[in-house]
């Protein structure tokens, strides 16, 4: 069996977080996460939504890929993580799951309108999910279409869905 190289974690530039303002007219603030430090909260975000409430099995949620990717966390005004986002260097964005106390306010929208930015910035053209059945519509609001057929992952039904993003010059603090 032949094993694939792993791939370099993505050199993405540091990306603002929401400002202060923009945090206490929502709610929540979204900041860049570091897999590093930020594991723990990203594991049990992620546990809850996924293994607990979805019943997916943990072996199959937490794949190895996590140290490659660049990470979200949105928190409380009282600094709880209460959401989590993630996306590949290929602009693959993924394992995004909002606490259920949390869900309809914007959290889940906010991270991944973050995301796409940030692939913005970074010049991908395109950035791709595979969207559970259940959350297709909310990526289509945002502007993903669906590419190929529903496919089967983890045992629940999911589409391949897309959408091209602006791409935005560095900024100049950078």
């Known amino acids: 069996m032949r094993v694939a190289a792993v791939p370099k974690r993505p050199r993405f530039r ?8 923009a945090a206490h007219a929502t ?5 860049r996460a ?7 909260a990203i594991r049990a975000i992620r546990t809850a939504v996924f293994v607990d409430e979805q019943g997916i099995d943990a072996e199959l ?3 190895g ?15 709880h993580a209460i959401a989590t986002a993630r996306m590949a260097a290929d602009g693959r964005i993924g394992r995004m799951a909002v606490l259920p106390d949390y ?21 991908l053209d395109e950035v791709y999910v595979h969207a559970q059945e259940s959350a297709a519509s909310f990526y289509h609001q945002h502007g993903f279409i ?11 039904t999911h589409y391949s869905m897309s959408r091209f993003c602006e791409t935005f010059p560095p900024r100049e603090d950078e």
């Open 61 to 63: 949620e937490f794949d």
């Open 103 to 123: 869900r309809n306010q914007g959290v889940g929208s906010a991270l991944l309108l973050s995301l796409i930015e940030l692939a913005g910035e970074h010049r």
């Open 27 to 31: 709610g929540f603030l979204i900041a």
């Open 146 to 156: 669906a590419t190929d057929e529903p496919f089967q992952e983890a045992g629940i």
């Open 14 to 21: 540091h990306h603002t977080p929401m400002t202060d303002d």
């Open 34 to 40: 570091d897999w590093d430090t930020d594991a723990g």
């Open 65 to 79: 890929s996590d140290p490659d990717c660049v990470h979200y966390l949105a928190y409380d005004m009282d600094g």
